[in-house]
């Protein structure tokens, strides 16, 4: 009988796709009391160099025998060698990798996923919106931007979180204050007494700012609830539907498309998305 | 495509020609249904079977599969393999091998699915006419016919079969395991009598028209609801549809808790915990809504994909339902304006 067996299986030259690789945690950074800052290096150097990203692309995570899921990579793709998963510590997976120690070795898969059009948006004017964990994918594109800030006109930032002690990236972002390339706009929801910044919803921030829409495109990342009063603040600056881009959350299982959990509308955010376009999220039925 | 004509009385030296060298599944009859079944006697098979109750896809992605084996200390995969012996898929229903067809655009296009694609490459598909019973609607997507996924297609003439020659392999097994002749014109005309009357068999014409609009437009219609109240989640129109290809994947550690095997099982959309992410939220935590995007995604977004519906008319679905809930029902209820 003629066997077949995978490992001999022409694929495409891809190998298997649903197979994670090692990868070394380099370095572990403590940033609130629920997130922590994972850095990885994936040992393999062939699989390592193959591992080239976009920004807002993400990467499924294994502990193997917990599980797998998906995160978005923080760092910029200019960043090569070495990938940043901000965590947080909030189902099995995520608490198991929280345990984790510098130097411990974890599975990694990707990337994977349709990440944000950095290419379409030179020239423009960025402004970045982000809530809560949201930060992370945008994450990617800020340092990316940062890397290539002579490509970009004007850069904003805002980022809300709900307390002082929730605000993630803060000691960079403090750093970052003063830059006269970015104009860094933070609030929180309550406010403590470390906290001298605005205090409010992120949606308040746009009093502040003046868009020019002909070059203007937006990047939107946070809660489900959020996307829709951000947007709304867009539009109201006059922003065109396809510039203003979105990062979804779903439950990206296989990541390539085939499990069929991150089904939003008539697309699967691991594939068609995570990133789609406001003209493409407003016809993804239950997408906003 | 060319064709041969098999007497019916020499279709088990076919099946124990196949047997020599393959695993033979085919329809056996269990507990008064059918059922895919390895044949180890080419007596049990029954190709006057209506239906089966799971579809063919059990036998290209298994319920469950082990798809690695890993060593938990140094997160190391040590095994992906999966062995697929020859097989033979014998006597599928025109409807199943289109759902075939709709399984390889998921799993052998953008990242090839390496564990279908093994059983795939190693099956050999064996298909058999069929008659209408009152659940078909194949019909309604043209999924009646056939004409290519398989090596052979026999078509029932009474007293023998007109066999369809798809592939090399398909001639090739004929031609070593059964003795055939050439097609007359007697036959042609008798293939042409056998296919109007098997066109003028079906009782369920629904009207598709403009489905990927209607479930746009009709997105918020009560209609789901209605059907949402209904639904009991219970996912067995999943389990039985030969098109559903959703899938969870589970880690299960062995009793030494350093290594073990990821897994995965079917899934279905119906289920509560399908869409839901990490902290809390859940996109589809209703019935109603679960249920709604299974035909969603069925009649459109498969469909923005790859350009057919995700769906044969095989009416598993329809006589595994527990509330009787029918994509002929559901479809008929949107066309009518949300009136059932």
Redesign the interface.
């Known amino acids: 009988?003629?066997?077949?067996?995978?490992?001999e299986?022409a694929?495409?030259g891809?190998g298997?796709?649903?197979?994670?690789w090692?990868?070394r945690i380099t370095s572990i950074q403590d940033l609130t009391e629920k997130e922590k800052l994972f850095e990885l290096r994936l040992i393999d150097p062939e699989v390592r160099e193959a591992f080239k990203f976009h920004a807002g692309q993400f990467a499924e995570i294994?502990?193997?025998?917990?599980?797998?899921?998906p995160i978005s990579i923080s760092s910029a793709p200019s960043k090569q060698g070495f990938i940043e998963l901000c965590v947080?510590n909030?189902?099995d997976v995520?608490g198991a990798l929280h345990k984790k120690q510098c130097g411990d070795?974890?599975?990694l898969r990707g990337p994977l996923g349709r990440g944000f059009p950095f290419e379409q948006m030179k020239g423009n004017d960025i402004l970045l919106v982000a809530g809560g964990l949201g930060i992370a994918p945008l994450k990617s594109l800020i340092n990316h931007i940062h890397d290539e800030r002579h490509e970009f006109g004007k850069v904003t930032i805002m980022y809300g979180a709900k307390n002082p002690g929730e605000v993630l990236f803060r000691h960079q972002f403090d750093m970052w204050k003063h830059r006269e390339d970015f104009d860094l706009m933070l609030t929180v929801d309550e406010s403590d007494d470390t906290w001298d910044g605005p205090v409010g919803v992120v949606t308040k921030l746009f009093d502040q700012v003046d868009v020019d829409p002909d070059c203007t495109y937006g990047a939107i990342c946070g809660p489900?609830v959020m996307y829709k009063y951000v947007i709304e603040e867009m539009r109201k600056k006059n922003m065109d539907v396809d510039k203003i881009y979105m990062s979804f959350?779903?439950?990206m299982?296989?990541g390539?498309?085939?499990?069929?959990?991150?089904?939003?509308?008539?697309?699967y955010a691991c594939?068609d998305g995570p990133v789609f376009s406001y003209w493409e999220a407003m016809n993804l039925?239950?997408a906003i | 495509m060319f064709f041969r004509v098999v007497d019916k009385e020499r279709l088990p030296d076919l099946i124990a020609g196949l047997s020599s060298d393959h695993e033979v599944i085919g329809p056996i009859e269990k507990d008064g249904r059918f059922v895919f079944a390895p044949i180890s006697d080419p007596s049990q098979i029954r190709l006057d079977y209506d239906t089966t109750l799971l579809p063919p896809k059990k036998w290209l992605m298994p319920p469950e599969e082990t798809m690695m084996h890993f060593n938990c200390a140094d997160e190391e995969v040590t095994d992906d393999t999966v062995v697929a012996s020859p097989r033979v898929l014998f006597g599928l229903h025109p409807c199943d091998i289109n759902s075939l067809l709709l399984l390889d655009n998921v799993f052998l296009q953008g990242h090839v699915d390496p564990y279908y694609k093994a059983r795939r490459d190693n099956t050999l598909i064996v298909g058999m006419s069929c008659t209408p019973s009152p659940t078909c609607f194949c019909n309604v997507w043209d999924t009646d016919e056939v004409h290519w996924g398989f090596d052979i297609f026999l078509t029932d003439l009474g007293d023998r079969y007109y066999a369809s020659l798809r592939t090399v392999k398909g001639a090739e097994v004929l031609d070593r395991h059964v003795d055939s002749r050439a097609v007359t014109e007697k036959d042609t005309a008798d293939f042409q009598q056998v296919v109007h009357e098997f066109k003028q068999g079906f009782s369920n014409n629904v009207d598709t028209a403009q489905l990927p609009v209607l479930l746009d437009a009709k997105f918020d219609s009560p209609v789901w609801d209605d059907f949402g109240s209904e639904c009991l989640s219970c996912g067995a129109c999943s389990m039985v549809c030969p098109t559903c290809y959703c899938f969870d994947v589970k880690d299960r550690l062995e009793v030494d808790q350093k290594s073990g095997a990821r897994v995965r099982t079917w899934d279905s959309c119906q289920f509560k915990e399908f869409a839901a992410v990490a902290h809390g939220q859940n996109f589809r935590e209703d019935r109603s809504s679960r249920l709604k995007y299974r035909y969603y995604h069925k009649y459109w977004g498969y469909l923005s994909k790859f350009e057919r519906v995700l769906c044969v008319g095989c009416g598993r679905c329809t006589l595994a339902c527990p509330s009787g809930i029918s994509p002929v029902k559901v479809i008929e209820a949107l066309q009518a304006g949300g009136s059932r």
């Open positions: 009988m003629n066997d077949i067996r995978v490992d299986c694929c495409d891809v298997n796709a649903y197979r994670p090692p990868a294994s502990i193997f025998g917990v599980g797998e899921a947080r909030t189902g995520t070795i974890v599975g489900p959350e779903r439950r299982k296989c390539i498309g085939k499990c069929g959990h991150c089904g939003v509308g008539h697309q594939i039925q239950e």
